[in-house]
């Protein structure tokens, strides 16, 4: 299933561009600058995966070009145990010089 599609074989202003409805209002294709560019904007984690850019010329084989989108999404909080694997909330301790001390931080969500 192609995401956007643009039809330039008539030139000019009339070329078509037709983005899927996946990306409607999220995606443009700029032609100008080399290589040309997709952008995408507010991108979502739902968005992640491969995509394939395919060429056709009227008087030239057919290009194939693969992309792979990875979309890294913030963990939603950080959390900071101590050796009993309890939330420490706050300041940590107090602790005796010289004494160990285990402290392991963990991101709740996120990819």
Not at 44 to 65: H, I, L, N, Q, S
């Amino acid at each position: 299933m192609s995401v956007y599609t643009v039809d330039a074989r008539e030139g000019g202003q009339n070329t078509l561009h037709v983005p899927s409805d996946k990306l409607r209002s999220r995606a443009s294709f700029d032609p100008s600058p080399w290589p040309p560019v997709l952008k995408m904007v507010s991108v979502k984690e739902g968005d992640a995966g491969v995509y394939y850019c395919r060429v056709d010329y009227r008087w030239d084989r057919t290009y194939m070009y693969t992309v792979v989108l990875k979309v890294i999404v913030p963990p939603q909080r950080l959390v900071i145990l101590n050796d009993h694997d309890e939330e420490i909330i706050g300041t940590a301790g107090p602790y005796l010089e010289g004494q160990s001390v285990k402290l392991t931080c963990e991101a709740i969500g996120g990819t």
